[in-house]
Each structure stands twice: as C-alpha cells, then as structure tokens.
C-alpha cells in the first residue's frame, strides 16, 4: 500500500507560480512512478504529467510542457509539480497518483493504484 498527501496548493494571481508536493509513504517498489492530475468543476480529470522514480525520466501532457514541471525526491519520497506563469483555466483539483506497476500508459488514470485526496489551485484573473 501507498499513501500520497498533496500540499502547495493555494489562490494564486494571473502570471504567478506555485509549487505543488505530493509526499508518499508505504511500499515504494523500485517501479515507482508518479503522475499529476488535475479536474475543473464540470471536467473530466486530466493528466499533466508523470516521472518514474528510477530515473526521473518525464512525461507531459502537450499543453502543460512549457509551463508546468514534475520532478522528484527520492530521498524524500516526495514529487512536485512547479506551475509557472499560471491562468484562470488552470484553476482546477490537483491529484498526485502513483503506482507500483512499470510498462502502463502514464496518461491513463486507469495506470495508477494510488491517489492523492487531492489540493485546489485557484488562479483569479
């Protein structure tokens, strides 16, 4: 089992940045990896995106790549999405997801075990 808390999120201005964390705790295999999420009111949830623990190799969603950034500790157990020059169309419920599980598709929810209770970023234009 794998426990996942976010933290970071906040109101935030047009142009401005947060960073979110997402700590985990259990049984992190060596196939470790974490995605983030996000769902607006009315709004599919939608991958941003993910890092395999073993390399800290990364994925992203094309709309997300030149303004968010997912990166993690793995002394920490700890990953984080950096949100630079953000919108009001970012403002959303931001999940972290992992998995113990290599070789599934990182965008698909369907690929993580484990969810975050979730932090809301709020962006006012």
């Known amino acids: 089992q794998v426990q996942l808390v976010e933290s970071g999120g906040g109101l935030v201005q047009t142009g401005g940045s947060l960073r979110l964390s997402c700590a985990a705790s259990?049984?992190?295999?060596?196939?470790?990896?974490m995605g983030w999420f996000r769902q607006a009111p009315g709004k599919e949830r939608e991958f941003i995106a993910a890092?395999?623990?073993?390399?800290?190799?990364?994925s992203y969603t094309d709309s997300a790549r030149d303004r968010f950034a997912i990166s993690r500790d793995k002394g920490k157990n700890t990953g984080y999405l950096q949100m630079d020059s953000l919108k009001p169309d970012d403002t959303a419920l931001y999940y972290c997801?992992?998995?113990?599980?290599?070789?599934?598709?990182?965008?698909?929810?369907?690929?993580?075990?484990?969810w975050g209770q979730g932090t809301q970023v709020t962006v006012s234009s």
């Open positions: 259990g049984r992190l295999f060596i196939t470790f990896n």
């Open positions: 997801a992992a998995s113990n599980t290599a070789g599934r598709e990182a965008s698909a929810r369907y690929s993580y075990d484990y």
């Open positions: 890092v395999k623990w073993i390399d800290g190799s990364t």
